[in-house]
């Protein structure tokens, strides 16, 4: 049963699809060892990555990822640091510690495959696990693929393959399958809706607001204290997220791009031009001290955090975890009464938008670009922060229609296979557009021409229609073109 909560786990940079994922996958794989009672047999295990995720695998951290879920880790718990030195060490001892419970030889050069010329046809982010025993006899092979916001979905050992450059057949990939049933609430909540116009219509029915329905289909499913606080944690973990970035020692993202962190220095600069608890600006520093540029720090700062490989929350991805968090700060320090059950109100009402994008297109950029990472964030944080500023259900609704609508075509080409650039900027881009989405849908009476419906299935169909190399390969766009420059 699908939970709005799904949509912000608490994570690690930089990539929820390529990082968050490929860890969740192979901790299942290794758990499963465990609870079927094969880990005494295995003497060896092999990672091989597919499309996007071996395309892009090693500025994403993929294979690191990977041998830390291999080891028992999980992207809330495991130790960041430990994560960024994992190959080092692995290298340095020839070992790993499957599970958690059995220490077994690793080569990691031959035991984590990087495969450049195949494809699973069902998903870009394809991953096969293989464990071996003393003699090389296969003891179990599993097939995972991470197909967005750090979801997984098990798949079967002879699914088909095809090259990394050819188009699925027909009926082989998840996109044409109906998914939808992975992502209901399911029968036993009060309010399930599969579209922006069932919510809008119950919430008409039932004279309720987003947020309202969306808290009475979460305490169906778990106790009220348990989804509010939960909500909470995920805002605690932006918040320091966010303080994490504007005031990290380090100068520099890694990867080799040598990118600096802007995010230490432009906080310094902000807060000497402006008093953001007590609202005083220099009048000689009008750009400086504006709210927007507050919003830039902010996302700036947690997508830093990210490509850093520092403690995050998807929201609903990694390469847009930016987003949700700048504007909620904005809310936070510069509208009156900001308070805790608004940030509960922010955060289920994004949730509701970002769960109609999942169900009904994807959140993917390996599947869809960026559109479906930043532009669902953009949108997700429309509709919170209308909520919060008193925008009716079909103003919510108009402001993430708009949050989105100006991102179609965005495509994912990230220069190196880095989540830095372009996704450190479009971030911060994307939370001043989600605001201004906002100002434009409260000046309104929420009527208008496109549906949030329309805008997301057309966000779907530019998915399906966008060339492979523009979809998280690294091998289009500026990931290109700024290389060879």
């Known amino acids: 049963m699908f939970s709005i909560l799904d949509m912000f786990k608490i994570g690690v940079g930089p990539s929820s699809s390529h990082t968050v994922g490929p860890m969740c996958a192979a901790h299942e794989f290794a758990a499963s060892l465990v609870s079927g009672g094969l ?46 030195s994992i190959k080092q060490e692995c290298e340095q001892t020839g070992r790993l510690n499957l599970a958690g419970v059995k220490d077994i030889a690793f080569d990691y050069e031959h035991d984590v495959v990087f495969e450049l010329w195949q494809r699973m046809a069902a998903h870009p982010n394809g991953m096969r696990f293989q464990a071996f025993d003393a003699s090389g006899n296969l003891v179990d092979e599993q097939v995972w693929y991470s197909i967005g916001g750090g979801f997984i979905r098990k798949g079967h050992r002879d699914d088909l393959m095809i090259g990394i450059h050819d188009r699925p057949p027909a009926g082989t990939s998840f996109a044409d399958e109906d998914e939808s049933s992975s992502v209901d609430f399911g029968p036993d909540v009060p309010y399930n809706f599969t579209s922006g116009s069932e919510l809008l219509a119950i919430c008409k029915r039932e004279r309720m607001p987003i947020a309202d329905i969306v808290w009475a289909n979460e305490i169906a499913m778990r106790p009220a204290e348990q989804v509010r606080a939960e909500l909470l944690r995920v805002w605690t973990t932006m918040h320091e997220c966010v303080l994490n970035g504007c005031m990290s020692p380090v100068k520099t993202l890694p990867g080799g791009l040598d990118v600096p962190r802007r995010a230490p220095k432009m906080y310094a600069r902000l807060s000497a031009n402006s008093d953001l608890l007590n609202r005083r600006r220099r009048s000689d520093a009008v750009l400086e001290s504006s709210d927007a540029a507050w919003v830039n720090l902010f996302a700036l700062a947690v997508s830093e955090e990210n490509a850093g490989g520092g403690r995050i929350v998807t929201a609903p991805t990694n390469g847009s975890a930016g987003i949700i968090p700048a504007v909620l700060e904005y809310y936070w320090h510069f509208v009156d009464a900001a308070d805790e059950d608004g940030i509960v109100t922010f955060l289920l009402t994004a949730g509701a938008v970002g769960y109609l994008f999942k169900r009904n297109a994807s959140i993917s950029g390996a599947e869809v670009g960026c559109q479906g990472e930043v532009g669902s964030a953009c949108s997700m944080a429309a509709a919170g922060l209308c909520a919060v500023v008193g925008g009716t259900s079909a103003q919510v609704e108009n402001a993430a229609e708009i949050g989105i609508e100006h991102n179609l075509g965005l495509t994912c080409d990230p220069v190196g296979g880095l989540v830095q650039i372009p996704c450190i900027e479009r971030n911060a881009m994307a939370a001043n557009t989600a605001i201004n989405a906002v100002r434009m849908a409260m000046l309104g009476d929420g009527s208008h021409i496109v549906t949030l419906d329309q805008a997301i299935k057309t966000m779907k169909d530019t998915g399906e229609d966008m060339m492979a190399k523009y979809k998280e390969t690294s091998q289009g766009g500026l990931a290109v073109n700024v290389v060879e420059c």
Not at 45 to 64: E, F, I, N, P, Q
Not at 66 to 73: H, M, N, R, T, Y
């Open 39 to 84: 880990i005494d047999r295995v003497a060896r295990v092999r990672t091989t990555l597919y499309g996007s995720l071996a395309l892009t695998g090693m500025g994403h951290g993929t294979d690191r990822a990977s041998v830390a879920g291999l080891e028992g880790g999980l992207p809330a718990t495991v130790d960041t640091a430990h994560v960024l």
